[in-house]
């Protein structure tokens, strides 16, 4: 299970099936979406960090 090859589709998916007791697949594309402008705004800064 390589993480760095995973597609946007297979990625919603598995969190999908790890969380719809507590969130819908328009909650976790609303998060990739944020999670993705926040990384645009901050695309200088490489370092990435993930806060669980």
């Known amino acids: ?3 760095q ?3 946007l ?3 919603k998916h ?3 099936h ?3 007791d507590h969130l819908t697949m328009k909650d976790i ?3 990739i979406i944020n999670e993705e402008e926040s990384l ?3 695309s ?3 370092q990435t960090e993930f806060e669980g």
């Open 40 to 42: 645009n705004e901050n």
């Open 1 to 3: 299970f390589d993480m």
């Open 9 to 11: 589709e297979e990625l």
């Open 14 to 16: 598995i969190l999908y």
């Open 44 to 46: 200088g800064n490489c």
């Open 29 to 31: 594309e609303n998060i």
């Open 18 to 20: 790890a969380f719809r």
């Open 5 to 7: 090859r995973i597609t």
